[in-house]
């Protein structure tokens, strides 16, 4: 065998080994390539659903907000309650006022009881 058979021969062979090479290189990464697709899709359907739950319990949250009133209404609820705290204080002052004059009026009545069974008690 002379040196060009035997270089053509080794040639061949290292051809052959490249195509080889090149094929798993290929499959691996074609593999590698579906398994990364295969995680970004995972991941892409996980954070779909994340963001479907965030949507709902950002519903919600709005829908109580809706329902609570606004700081004009607040304002209006505050004046109204100072007015009624005004209201009771007065009726407070006249309810001791009516404390003080009905104890006056029982000591009154009581005085007139007293005398009435005096004068029924002299009679013959």
């Not at 021969?9 to 697709?37: E, H, M, N, P, W």
């Amino acid at each position: 065998m002379d040196w060009t058979a035997i270089v053509e021969l080794g040639l061949a062979a290292l051809s052959a080994g490249a195509i080889a090479l090149a094929f798993y290189v290929k499959s691996t990464t074609q593999s590698q390539i579906d398994r990364a697709i295969a995680a970004q899709n995972d991941a892409g359907k996980g954070l779909r659903d994340t963001v479907i739950d965030h949507d709902r319990r950002i519903i919600v949250i709005e829908g109580s907000l809706k329902a609570l009133p606004s700081k004009d209404d607040v304002h209006l609820i505050s004046l109204d309650i100072a007015k009624l705290v005004g209201e009771m204080r007065a009726m407070n002052v006249r309810m001791d006022d009516l404390g003080v004059s009905s104890k006056a009026n029982g000591s009154k009545l009581d005085r007139l009881e007293q005398h009435i069974y005096q004068r029924e008690a002299e009679r013959p």
